[in-house]
């Protein structure tokens, strides 16, 4: 009986060994749908995608408050007011009455983010990370109307 138990344990120690290997770390879940879109004056159509709590809609509508389509791409249908390679800045001014919000949308304009964590897919652009008021932790309630 001792003898058939060791010849088990060395079939699976030896299956163990053998296996192939998994890969070391995979990428975090990334929703890749497109919530919204807007191009920019020079003609690149930005994506808004579901994304997750890191980056995406998922990320700025809870983290920043900021729950609305067309804020959002207001800002993307301006200027770019700062590039650095595939990351995108773009500035907006919120008004209501004489309460005036800065924000910022900032897009990474390539398939891969730059610490090449997450990917877009072939042809596909990462789209908008994040969007966030400036000078505030959280977008006041109205620019969600």
Sequence with gaps: MFRKFMLGV????TAVFLAPTA????????????RCKATDPEGRVIPTRIGNSILGWNHFSGRHNLRNCKVVNAAIRGRVDRK?????????????G???????????????????????GKGQKIGVITAYCKRMSKCPDWMNR
């Excluded at 890969?23 to 497109?34: I, Q």
Aim: proline share 4%.
């Design 84 to 96: 650095e390679n595939g990351r995108l800045e773009y500035w907006g001014v919120a008004r209501r």
């Design 10 to 13: 060395t079939t699976v120690a």
């Design 23 to 34: 890969p070391a770390l995979a990428a975090p879940y990334f929703n890749k749908t497109v």
């Design 98 to 120: 004489h309460q005036f919000v800065d924000f910022v949308v900032v897009v990474q304009y390539t398939r891969k983010t730059k610490d090449q964590v997450y990917d877009a």
